[in-house]
């Protein structure tokens, strides 16, 4: 036990289970969890959809909220949760000298905008002139401004005066490793004592759908478990919209303030290439686990990195639990997420309950929990997790 311990003092979820910690707990450990699914609005297609929301209670402006997208009043939103339940949210002095860590991707596209453009370039024997004349009148600077990856930090700065470094990682499920991977290794170095460190995805957007589809990644037809979708049709995955922010201090900083502790974040170790079985074996051995352990686990579906996890974390002696299975694949806020619940387990000394058939129970004391997260395509990264 160390002064510069790595330990979680606030969790911010929002997800189709619904917004909070207690929500989400109580949603997990059901005897049979299940799914909240949109097959309709996006089909062929299948969503974890938002639930209903009410924006005003972490952002109190309306002018906030009209000049964020989805995503962004997601991730603030999010963000007010984790602060809330740390305790620093009003806080001035510790929101001031708060460092945060986001991850983000390129925000959401105007489509209809889109789509008129694609359309009159089919005719129009300049597109050239045409994206001229576009740029003029529908195509705003403000529209621009929206795709900037940092401005998701730059509102959660404004609304929740978080007003210490901050720093912005994009990459898929790559930035909410790294992300998270920094902000621990910034506190560890004493170079930061309490972080804001989280990612937000909203996936109910054409365009959000279309970067899965273009490589063949998401699944069609009927929803079927993470870990049983070889058979399905399409490419595995069944995205979700959510955010997740986690509080981190130092242990030091969380006692001088007296607050409660989730978990201890112990080594977390990232792949930046398509990691296979072999490397997840490598990765989970880096954790120095001992005894059987808890996996939650942000499996994506896709079939051969989905086979390779589950199969490492079957021979490691991890339980897994595919927390996709109710979420949907979050993107950047996959780790985050994955870790968010992971210290959630830890926090409740209980494993939540099975999301499929193909997960064993477990009903030891539970001490310690592996959180990961191994991309579609590329990057994974996985973390320990164990008692405060």
């Given at each position: 036990?160390?002064?510069?311990?790595?330990?979680?003092?606030?969790?911010?979820?929002?997800?189709?289970?619904?917004?909070?910690?207690?929500?989400?707990?109580?949603?997990?450990?059901?005897?049979?969890?299940?799914?909240?699914?949109?097959?309709?609005?996006?089909?062929?297609?299948?969503?974890?959809?938002?639930?209903?929301?009410?924006?005003?209670?972490?952002?109190?402006?309306?002018?906030?909220?009209?000049?964020?997208?989805?995503?962004?009043?997601?991730?603030?939103?999010?963000?007010?949760?984790?602060?809330?339940?740390?305790?620093?949210?009003?806080?001035?002095?510790?929101?001031?000298?708060?460092?945060?860590?986001?991850?983000?991707?390129?925000?959401?596209?105007?489509?209809?905008?889109?789509?008129?453009?694609?359309?009159?370039?089919?005719?129009?024997?300049?597109?050239?002139?045409?994206?001229?004349?576009?740029?003029?009148?529908?195509?705003?600077?403000?529209?621009?401004?929206?795709?900037?990856?940092?401005?998701?930090?730059g509102n959660i700065s404004i609304v929740h005066k978080v007003t210490g470094s901050s720093r912005t990682f994009m990459g898929e499920e790559g930035a909410g490793v790294s992300a998270i991977e920094t902000a621990a290794?910034?506190?560890?170095?004493?170079?930061?004592?309490?972080?804001?460190?989280?990612?937000?995805?909203?996936?109910?957007?054409?365009?959000?759908?279309?970067?899965?589809?273009?490589?063949?990644?998401?699944?069609?037809?009927?929803?079927?478990?993470?870990?049983?979708?070889?058979?399905?049709?399409?490419?595995?995955?069944?995205?979700?919209?959510?955010?997740?922010?986690?509080?981190?201090?130092?242990?030091?900083?969380?006692?001088?303030?007296?607050?409660?502790?989730?978990?201890?974040?112990?080594?977390?170790?990232?792949?930046?290439?398509?990691?296979?079985?072999?490397?997840?074996?490598?990765?989970?051995?880096?954790?120095?686990?001992?005894?059987?352990?808890?996996?939650?686990?942000?499996?994506?579906?896709?079939?051969?990195?989905?086979?390779?996890?589950?199969?490492?974390?079957?021979k490691a002696g991890l339980i897994a639990r595919g927390f996709t299975n109710l979420t949907g694949h979050l993107k950047e806020a996959q780790f985050p997420f994955a870790v968010a619940l992971a210290a959630l387990a830890v926090s409740h000394g209980a494993a939540p309950s099975p999301t499929e058939p193909s997960e064993a129970p477990?009903?030891?004391?539970?001490?310690?929990?592996?959180?990961?997260?191994?991309?579609?395509?590329?990057?994974?990264?996985?973390?320990?997790?164990?008692?405060?």
């Amino acid at each position: 036990m160390s002064a510069r311990d790595v330990v979680i003092t606030g969790i911010g979820l929002v997800s189709s289970l619904g917004e909070g910690t207690e929500q989400h707990w109580q949603q997990l450990t059901l005897d049979q969890p299940t799914p909240t699914l949109d097959r309709d609005r996006f089909a062929p297609y299948t969503v974890h959809p938002l639930p209903q929301l009410d924006w005003g209670l972490q952002i109190p402006k309306r002018s906030d909220q009209r000049q964020m997208e989805t995503w962004q009043r997601l991730g603030t939103y999010a963000a007010g949760l984790a602060l809330d339940d740390a305790g620093i949210k009003g806080d001035e002095a510790l929101c001031a000298t708060m460092d945060m860590i986001v991850a983000a991707g390129g925000g959401e596209r105007d489509v209809e905008v889109d789509t008129s453009i694609l359309e009159q370039s089919q005719t129009s024997s300049d597109t050239g002139v045409l994206l001229n004349e576009r740029l003029t009148t529908d195509l705003r600077p403000t529209l621009f401004l929206a795709q900037l990856s940092n401005l998701l930090a730059g509102n959660i700065s404004i609304v929740h005066k978080v007003t210490g470094s901050s720093r912005t990682f994009m990459g898929e499920e790559g930035a909410g490793v790294s992300a998270i991977e920094t902000a621990a290794a910034r506190i560890r170095a004493g170079q930061s004592t309490h972080a804001l460190v989280g990612a937000a995805f909203q996936t109910e957007h054409p365009d959000m759908l279309l970067g899965y589809e273009l490589g063949g990644y998401l699944n069609r037809g009927d929803w079927a478990p993470v870990w049983d979708r070889s058979g399905t049709q399409g490419g595995g995955i069944v995205s979700g919209s959510g955010g997740a922010f986690l509080v981190l201090e130092s242990r030091e900083h969380a006692q001088a303030r007296g607050r409660k502790v989730y978990a201890t974040l112990g080594r977390v170790a990232a792949a930046g290439a398509a990691p296979d079985e072999a490397q997840i074996a490598h990765m989970l051995a880096e954790l120095d686990l001992s005894g059987p352990h808890l996996a939650i686990s942000g499996a994506t579906g896709v079939e051969a990195i989905t086979r390779a996890e589950r199969s490492a974390l079957d021979k490691a002696g991890l339980i897994a639990r595919g927390f996709t299975n109710l979420t949907g694949h979050l993107k950047e806020a996959q780790f985050p997420f994955a870790v968010a619940l992971a210290a959630l387990a830890v926090s409740h000394g209980a494993a939540p309950s099975p999301t499929e058939p193909s997960e064993a129970p477990f009903s030891d004391t539970l001490d310690m929990a592996v959180a990961t997260s191994f991309g579609y395509r590329r990057y994974g990264g996985v973390a320990a997790l164990g008692r405060a």
